[in-house]
């Protein structure tokens, strides 16, 4: 409701916002004529009406219906603040003239997609190993911004980040709070490693710089430890856990695929983070690191990508979810062929693990592994997530297979399957859309049009 008291010089618009707020906007005008006055009333009017719009209704062309694997064709959305509170058949319109219509008619619409593997806070280029030394944890935060943007505007309006610095945590809040633009986070903070072990911060370091660092920093070495450590990451604010059960690419060292905790330090981890209601990703490519993960106790397998039958066979016993992240392999052994780009010790373990990811992720798929979402962003540019659909797509997901393992099933890891990856009355506004329907043209993914987090468009 508004209303509006015209003093001699002096404008009071009373409106009441739809927590029954009441909210006066005061303007002096010493405007001689009535011309001015009456177009300056009806802008600030035109202000109002935007600040007090009841309901969004979207008219989308088809909805992919995540629950039952169907798409839907002439459906209105009915969102209210940050709740979808109805769909309706066809396209609805209220009698109310402050609420908004959309029309996303010709568009493919879905829910808001989930990405279970970023690393939000930065971006690989191969100055990044020098940042460590001269990038202090404000010019992290500022870059990050634009990679929380883009990520957000590439359809993904949810992301667990899988390990950074402490920004990351920042970042979460930040977003949470409204303050910066981008998408909904769960972070690691920073991942758990053991001496020289892939998610050990000093490794390359030269050795007066080394130092020692422990479960504050990420390192365990004792069961002991990997308490430790689990528990100054739930005092740091991170939502979940992240270890590198194996050795990895990207750091300086050897080896890319040794296992580097004993199980007893994996079940550890695994034990105290169950008891703060953190799940737990695993980094692994080795075999025998990809199953003490499993018996340990983690919940994802990322990479996975020397995994044998076997292990698949234990993933299904444990049911632990697999997180293939095909597009980083392609993605980093494409760049391993760009003379200077990574270091020496990266580009053989690039070009021998990078490309093998997809062919694992066919196997496990077949086998009835459970298939989780996750694109490992920041490792190449972030944005670009959407391309992980064609990679799953390729080798026999079907499409919309691989659209519910972004939604629903990355919902039900991160324990949000009542909030997100559905459109459904009740669920969070997250919702985007596709120019084409993804079922007859999967690379559409990767040019999400609209998207819409918690109620607010972001792009359209
Ligand atoms: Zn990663």
Request: aromatic letters at 8%.
């Amino acid at each position: 409701m508004i209303l509006l008291f015209i003093a001699k010089i002096r404008y009071f618009i009373l409106f009441f916002t739809k927590d029954k707020k009441i909210c006066t906007l005061v303007y002096y005008l010493n405007l001689k004529s009535p011309i001015m006055k009456k177009y300056l009333s009806l802008v600030i009017l035109f202000i109002c009406t935007s600040i007090i719009a009841q309901d969004t209704y979207l008219h989308c062309g088809k909805i992919i219906d995540t629950e039952r694997g169907e798409v839907l064709k002439k459906k209105t959305i009915i969102v209210s603040s940050d709740k979808i509170i109805a769909i309706k058949n066809g396209y609805v319109t209220s009698s109310n003239p402050l609420d908004i219509v959309i029309d996303l008619k010709s568009k493919t619409v879905m829910p808001g997609l989930i990405d279970l593997h970023v690393h939000i806070e930065s971006e690989y280029n191969p100055q990044k190993y020098m940042n460590a030394f001269t990038a202090n944890d404000a010019d992290l935060a500022f870059s990050s911004l634009k990679f929380a943007e883009i990520t957000l505007m590439a359809g993904f309006t949810t992301v667990r980040d899988l390990g950074g610095s402490g920004v990351n945590i920042s970042l979460r809040n930040a977003i949470a709070k409204g303050e910066v633009v981008g998408p909904r986070i769960f972070t690691a903070g920073k991942a758990i490693g053991t001496t020289g072990g892939h998610a050990d911060p000093t490794n390359g370091w030269k050795n007066s710089l080394k130092g020692d660092p422990g479960p504050k920093e990420g390192v365990i070495n004792s069961v002991d430890d990997a308490k430790k450590a689990v528990r100054q990451r739930y005092k740091d604010g991170a939502d979940n856990i992240k270890i590198t059960a194996t050795g990895g690419v990207m750091s300086i060292a050897k080896n890319g695929q040794n296992p580097q905790f004993t199980l007893e330090e994996i079940k550890s981890i695994c034990d105290t983070a169950k008891d703060y209601g953190m799940i737990i990703a695993a980094h692994a490519h080795g075999d025998e690191g990809i199953q003490r993960a499993i018996i340990g106790g983690v919940t994802t397998i990322e990479h996975g990508t020397l995994m044998s039958d076997k292990s698949m066979e234990l993933m299904k016993e444990y049911g632990t979810y697999y997180v293939p992240t095909i597009t980083a392999g392609k993605e980093v052994a494409a760049k391993a062929k760009i003379k200077g780009y990574y270091d020496e010790l990266v580009v053989p373990k690039a070009l021998a693990i990078g490309p093998k990811i997809q062919a694992t992720f066919k196997k496990a798929y077949k086998a009835g592994v459970k298939i989780a979402f996750g694109s490992d962003a920041g490792v190449y540019p972030h944005g670009i997530n959407g391309k992980e659909f064609g990679y799953m797509n390729e080798v026999g997901m079907p499409v919309m297979e691989c659209i519910q393992s972004a939604t629903i099933t990355n919902a039900l890891i991160l324990s949000m399957e009542n909030d997100l990856g559905k459109i459904k009355e009740g669920f969070i506004a997250d919702i985007v859309a596709t120019e084409d329907n993804p079922i007859d043209n999967i690379s559409t993914m990767e040019n999400v049009v609209f998207v819409m987090k918690e109620g607010v468009v972001y792009k359209n």
